[in-house]
């Protein structure tokens, strides 16, 4: 009887300590364990969450300076230049140059926005309107407008074009306020404001020879009045 009631209270001992062990690897095991991270989606945790606020193209760029040349906007022949692009430069010019035909006032403020910048080119359209201008309209001030456009458009033709012009009004007697020896200044500073490129080659050798074939000229002509 006291054999049984030994083996019993072993038993229960036994049972009691393997509990016990049991309990304690489990606690060691959760103890161990690496935790995640909870995962939060917020309002950009979204893979295409890059679509909801897209970078502005090329594209954008292009028409939006278009529409503010169209406006009259000056500045965005300077931030059309900025890109290097020639072909949106002229793009936005042309645009420009459209919104200045209307009013004598917005072609005034071209000219003049072209030609206090120290990078600004022009074009032969723009060349062209001052050319006719001076024609019909010459003084001073718009002579010398039309002159230095005409260099800025790069273009020898059109710049012989433009002194041309000035020789012939100067020769009517319609152009007081320049004497000989100022047109031919005039003329010779300009020369060098045109693109090196656009003075080389045989257009470019013609005019040169112009110029100094009107310097003998007005050396000792003097105004038809």
């Known amino acids: ?10 038993a229960l001992i036994g049972a009691a300590l393997t509990f016990f062990l049991k309990q304690r690897r489990l606690s060691d095991a959760t ?20 679509s909801i ?7 954008d760029r292009n028409q939006g300076l278009l529409e503010l040349a169209k406006a009259g906007d000056l500045n965005s022949l300077s931030a059309a230049h900025a890109t290097h692009d020639a072909k949106l430069y002229a793009d ?12 004598q006032e917005n072609l005034a403020a071209l000219v003049s926005h072209i030609s206090k910048s120290n990078e ?24 010398t407008a039309m002159i230095h456009i005409a260099a800025l458009s790069d273009d020898a033709e059109t710049y012989e074009q ?15 306020g320049l ?5 031919v200044e005039l003329f010779i ?35 038809v009045r």
């Not at 006291?2 to 019993?8: G, K, L, R």
């Open 31 to 50: 103890g161990n364990q690496v935790l995640e991270p909870p995962h939060f989606e917020g309002l950009f945790d979204r893979p295409d969450a890059a």
């Open 120 to 143: 600004l080119r022009a074009s032969g359209q723009l060349a062209q309107r001052l050319i006719e201008i001076c024609k019909t309209a010459p003084d001073r001030r718009s002579t």
């Open 53 to 59: 606020v897209e970078k502005p193209t090329c594209g």
């Open 92 to 103: 936005v010019l042309n645009a420009l140059f459209e919104w200045a035909s209307d009013r």
């Open 179 to 183: 004497n000989p020896d100022e047109l």
């Open 1 to 10: 009887m006291i054999a049984i009631i030994v083996i019993a209270f072993l």
């Open 162 to 176: 433009a002194i041309e012009t000035a020789l012939e009004v100067w020769r009517s007697g319609r152009l007081p």
């Open 189 to 223: 500073s300009q020369y060098w404001v045109i693109a090196p490129e656009a003075r080389r080659g045989g257009v470019g050798f013609a005019l040169k020879r112009r110029l100094l074939g009107i310097r003998r000229e007005l050396a000792t002509a003097t105004p």
